[in-house]
Nanobody, 112 residues
Framework: QVQLVESGGGLVQAGGSLRLSCAAS????????MGWYRQAPGKQRELVAT???????SYADSVKGRFTISRDNAKKMVYLQMNSLKLEDTAVYYC??????WGQGTQVTVSS
């Protein structure tokens, strides 16, 4: 079955960086558009970034210029490099594929 497993979350100071990873199995990864979403406390889940099978990327306005999504098809991995983190980036971050499969999430907490 499809499994998406996120890792790399943690506690970081504002202005710092984190790199999230998502390991995929059970899908033809190279053909899938993959995405990162996040959900902050009391808020709806929102799209952060997507990357197509051809590695075209798109970003939410709130993270443009700070976050970078990438993929390694050979390893079936998708990454989210997060730089210049802000307090408002605090959320649980989820990996997602185009068939609406989800990982369990990884917590990112940005402190002042």
């Amino acid at each position: 079955q499809v499994q998406l497993v996120e890792s790399g979350g943690g506690l970081v100071q504002a202005g710092g960086s984190l790199r999230l990873s998502c390991a995929a199995s059970g899908i033809i990864f190279s053909r899938n558009t993959m995405g990162w979403y996040r959900q902050a406390p009391g808020k709806q889940r929102e799209l952060v970034a997507t990357i197509t099978s051809g590695s075209s990327t798109s970003y939410a306005d709130s993270v443009k210029g700070r976050f970078t999504i990438s993929r390694d098809n050979a390893k079936k991995m998708v990454y989210l490099q997060m730089n210049s983190l802000k307090l408002e980036d605090t959320a649980v971050y989820y990996c997602n594929d185009e068939y609406d499969n989800w990982g369990q999430g990884t917590q990112v907490t940005v402190s002042s």
